[in-house]
């Protein structure tokens, strides 16, 4: 565990480790995965459980880059973006997502905002790098959540997941208990018309949008604590159609947080477990990583969990 938290020290310079089956990383706790692929190489970002042993509740500064080519073989790159970063913002980085384009990177997180505004909000940083530095793209929060009308919660704004499609086409899907999607703009960092709700079965939070062969897959946080679950569509906006669970509880943590990708001909799901000491649990989480596997008809097989 002490190496678990000498780890909060700033890391100054890129390092390597070889993951060990699950979770893959083991000496920081990292959670809410998000990865992209990027010159023959993966990038994974995730968010970084600080909170001291034995507290309950997310303690959360920074976010981590870490990246491979075979992955096996990581290296773990200094923090890129930490919440100091967002000037509007306070603290808690939460669930977050790195997409490229035109060779700009942006990374769209979730932060709880200053005092001027309820709760928390979703901003978008940018580089010219995966690894960073980035920097605030737009020096105010691109949703607040005064903007969700309907929200009952002051956390309904988080999560935000980005998909471009074939035709350049960018969105922004994002929430809790409440998913919402927008179009963005060519530039990634202002919106294109309103807002559109998606219903799916006993959404909590966690959406991720990916692609294979004319299906679109949207994957999601379900029920609490949490299972992922995914819903398919021929179409970017629905309908829907529910499909069922896609892992179950993973070890010892209530929530779970999934990234799907296609690297080297395989795909792999991507989620967090709080099971990398005994009792870590919620508040203390580690990122794990699965093969994934389709069936013929497109569906996505039930991923067997290397980490239970
Ligand atoms: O890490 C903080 C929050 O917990 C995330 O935003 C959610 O997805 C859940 O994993």
């Given amino acids: 565990v002490s190496t678990v938290f000498n780890s909060v020290l700033a890391q100054t310079k890129d390092t390597s480790f070889q993951s060990n089956g699950n979770p893959i990383i083991r000496h920081k706790y990292t959670a809410d995965a998000a990865a ?17 042993p034995k507290e309950n509740r997310y303690v959360m500064h920074d976010w981590l880059v870490f990246s491979t080519s075979d992955m096996v073989n990581w290296t773990e790159h200094p923090s890129p973006l930490n919440v100091k970063a967002f000037k509007w913002a306070k603290d808690d ?3 977050s997502q790195v997409i490229e384009r035109n060779g700009k990177f942006y990374w769209f997180v979730a932060i709880t905002h200053d005092s001027t505004h309820r709760g928390k909000a979703i901003g978008v940083a940018v580089s010219d790098s995966p690894t960073g530095p980035f920097t605030d793209a737009i020096g105010k929060a691109l949703i607040t959540n005064d903007m969700t009308t309907e929200a009952k919660i002051s956390w309904d704004d988080i999560d935000p997941s980005v998909f471009i499609d074939d035709d350049g086409q960018a969105y922004l899907f994002w929430g809790n208990t409440t998913l919402h999607y927008v179009k963005l703009k ?25 692609k294979r062969n004319g299906w679109y897959y949207l994957s999601y946080a379900y029920e609490f604590p949490e299972k992922i679950t995914y819903a398919m569509s021929k179409n970017i906006n629905g309908p829907w159609e529910y499909k069922g669970i896609l892992n179950e509880i993973a070890g010892n943590s209530n929530t779970n947080h999934q990234a799907i990708i296609e690297f080297k ?3 792999y799901f991507i989620y967090h477990n709080g099971a990398l000491v005994p009792d870590a649990g919620s508040f203390h989480r580690s990122v794990c990583i699965d093969y994934l596997y389709y069936n013929k008809d497109g569906t996505m097989k039930r991923v067997i969990m290397t980490s239970e």
């Fill in 186 to 210: 060519e530039n990634m960092i202002e919106m294109d018309g309103a807002f559109k709700k998606i219903d799916v079965p006993k959404f909590t939070e966690a959406p991720w949008v990916h």
């Fill in 93 to 95: 980085a939460w669930a």
């Fill in 265 to 267: 001909g395989k795909w």
């Fill in 36 to 52: 992209i692929v990027y010159k023959d190489k993966v990038y994974l970002y995730t968010g970084h459980d600080v909170a001291p």
